[in-house]
């Protein structure tokens, strides 16, 4: 079964729609085609594609097209966390539609970025940008306990483990809360703009 396949099995027909997001050092927006080079790179790595349930082991080129392909759903966007000042692709969240009540995140983040806070800076941004378009539903994560440095990150940003295991084995399922967020500079958005040592598998 191709990597396109395993990402849209269970699909229905809503789409999940982002705007463009600006953090302090990222800019987030939805992979594109002329990524593809730059996707194959960041995530052909064993540190990425052991911990990421539906990549291979080997993650080519044309894993990277379908990857990016499989936004055409809406629902199964992957976003680049691309770095302001040099333009490099240092990590992809993936956001994905689940039943009728649920988004789920996930990340991974390329080898020479990691450590250096753009999980949390990317993902925060995105899940707050979510519960601002996606009001109704909740926003849940699966990790990892003993992935200790992903767990405390996901709790930092809000996430809690509800006491349910995750559809992965080994994973804890977590839910965000808004109340438990911590107060900060707030994220701009591309939609406002246009209308005025974690663990590279993160959430997986």
């Not at 925060?124 to 990790?143: Q, S, T």
């Not at 399922?173 to 958005?189: H, K, Y």
Request: net charge positive; glycine share 12%.
């Amino acid at each position: 079964m191709g990597i396109l396949s395993r990402i849209l099995r269970g699909t229905r027909w809503e789409r999940l729609v982002l705007p463009i997001i600006e953090t302090e050092r990222l800019a987030i927006a939805p992979l594109h085609a002329d990524m593809a080079e730059e996707v194959r790179r960041l995530t052909d790595d064993p540190a990425v594609t052991s911990a990421v349930d539906f990549l291979p082991e080997r993650f080519g080129l044309a894993d990277a097209r379908s990857l990016i392909r499989a936004a055409s759903t809406g629902r199964d966007v992957f976003l680049g966390l691309v770095e302001r000042e040099d333009r490099s692709l240092v990590g992809i969240v993936g956001a994905h539609l689940r039943a009728l009540e649920a988004i789920e995140i996930g990340y991974w983040i390329g080898g020479g970025a990691r450590g250096r806070g753009y999980g949390g800076e990317g993902v925060g941004a995105i899940v707050r940008a979510l519960a601002e378009a996606y009001p109704r539903r909740a926003i849940v994560a699966e990790c990892r306990p003993e992935n200790v440095a992903s767990w405390q990150m996901l709790h930092k940003l809000g996430f809690r483990p509800t006491g349910d295991g995750g559809k992965r084995p080994g994973r804890q399922l977590m839910v965000w809360d808004i109340r438990d967020v911590p107060q900060g500079r707030p994220v701009a958005s591309g939609m406002a703009a246009s209308r005025a040592a974690a663990r590279p598998d993160g959430a997986r």
